[in-house]
């Protein structure tokens, strides 16, 4: 499988910046891994924080053990939430995968050409 090919799967498929580790690109990787990281923190730090307070309602008995209540205060904590830094989180991980996915692909390519180049080179030879 071609270097260009096993970066953009691992870039799409797993995280953003496993792309780069494959194609030996540490600097990149790791500032493309750290991003997204935060950004994925900031995530799962409010949907914790929104469990939270679901959860503590539920044991105080402020909302009742009925599916559709609990799937109520879940939208209300939701809406109620610090939606900015979730949004602004989100966007961040998007778009940096997607810079991953693109980054991953270009810097395959070269590698994959300068790999053909080097064999062709050596096929000449013999």
């Not at 109520?72 to 940096?96: C, K, N, P, Y």
């Not at 994959?112 to 013999?126: G, Y």
Request: proline residues 2%; charged residues 15%.
């Amino acid at each position: 499988m071609k270097k260009s090919t096993q970066a953009v799967l691992l870039s799409v498929l797993a995280f953003p910046g496993c792309g780069h580790l494959v194609l030996r690109h540490f600097r990149a990787a790791v500032a493309l891994l750290v991003i997204s990281l935060a950004a994925l923190a900031i995530i799962i730090n409010a949907a914790m924080q929104q469990a939270t307070v679901v959860a503590n309602k539920i044991l105080a008995n402020e909302i009742p053990l009925d599916p559709d209540a609990i799937t109520q205060a879940i939208a209300e904590a939701t809406r109620s939430g610090d939606s900015i830094s979730v949004t602004v989180a989100t966007w961040v991980l998007f778009i940096v995968w997607v810079i991953g996915v693109a980054d991953a692909y270009r810097i395959g390519k070269k590698v994959d050409a300068a790999a053909a180049t080097i064999q062709r080179d050596d096929s000449i030879k013999n």
